[in-house]
């Protein structure tokens, strides 16, 4: 069974910084991209950031270029989000997610192409 656990979110004022991490117990994890999306109140969930296996591709959403940078470390079974220069419209409950399609250069960024997820950890930045 794959489970994602997120981590790193929390309260944070305009302007800040917070990282987030997810962990994921999956063997092959260094085999498969990692993508981050968002979910804010009665809006879609949204794509954020997607990390290939290989860390050669990373793509962002239109909204966080820039600002974010996703990052790996396939030894941890963890993947970051690096997020600078918050503003009110960054909050949302932030997931990761594991893509099981294969390729050094794939990195997907709709949702429905992302197997297993984790449960979410809300980011709130205050004004």
């Known amino acids: 069974q794959v489970q994602l656990v997120e981590s790193g979110g929390g309260l944070v004022q305009a302007g800040g910084s917070l990282r987030l991490s997810c962990t994921a117990s999956i063997r092959t994890f260094s085999r498969y991209p990692m993508g981050w999306f968002r979910q804010a109140p009665a809006k879609e969930r949204e794509f954020v950031a997607v990390?290939?296996?290989?860390?050669?591709?990373?793509y962002y959403g239109d909204s966080v270029k820039g600002r974010f940078t996703i990052s790996r470390d396939n030894a941890r079974n963890t993947v970051y989000l690096q997020m600078n220069s918050m503003n009110a419209e960054d909050t949302a409950v932030y997931y990761c997610?594991?893509?099981?399609?294969?390729?050094?250069?794939?990195?997907?960024?709709?949702?429905?192409?992302?197997?297993?997820w984790g449960q979410g950890t809300q980011v709130t930045v205050s004004s």
């Open positions: 997610a594991v893509s099981r399609s294969t390729g050094s250069a794939v990195a997907p960024t709709s949702e429905y192409e992302y197997d297993y």
């Open positions: 990390i290939s296996w290989s860390s050669a591709r990373t």
